[in-house]
């Protein structure tokens, strides 16, 4: 399984923007997918969370309202929507895919990482 984020990129605080992961995997649907970020300094954290059908999300509380995760299972990606962002907001941002097909926010659980999107928000 491998999987290639994009869309990060240079933003103002306010702005939004919208992470793309292509998911190269023999069955796209046997996955649950997620995105996390890591700040510079600080350990990798779960940002939202996809369900193998995507009928089920979570997110973390901070990001709840702002962010929104959904996948395409036809174009086996999985995005991730930012809206309002802040100089926090400021991380490289990772997809990740899980064998559990659930929609889950332990990094544990995720067997397979992308090589992260570099997001800065400039006050």
């Given amino acids: 399984v491998q999987?290639?984020?994009s869309g990060g990129g240079l933003v103002q605080a306010g702005d939004s923007?919208?992470?793309?992961?292509?998911?190269?995997?023999?069955t796209f649907m046997d996955y649950g997918l997620g995105w996390f970020r890591?700040?510079?300094?600080?350990?990798?954290?779960?940002?939202?969370?996809?369900n193998y059908d995507g009928s089920h999300t979570i997110y973390a509380e901070a990001m709840k309202g702002r962010f929104s995760i959904s996948k395409d299972n036809a174009k086996?990606?999985?995005d991730l929507q930012m809206r309002s962002l802040e100089p926090e907001d400021t991380a490289v941002y990772y997809?990740?895919?899980?064998i559990m097909r659930i929609a889950q926010g332990t990094e544990e659980y995720y067997s397979?990482?992308?090589q992260g999107t570099l997001v800065t928000v400039s006050s």
Avoid: D, P
């Avoid at 793309?20 to 023999?26: D, M």
């Avoid at 890591?38 to 996809?50: D, S, W």
């Fill in 112 to 114: 397979y990482w992308g």
């Fill in 3 to 5: 999987l290639q984020a």
């Fill in 17 to 26: 923007l919208r992470l793309s992961c292509v998911v190269s995997a023999r």
């Fill in 95 to 98: 997809c990740a895919a899980s």
């Fill in 76 to 78: 086996n990606t999985v």
């Fill in 38 to 50: 890591q700040a510079a300094g600080k350990k990798r954290e779960f940002v939202a969370g996809i």
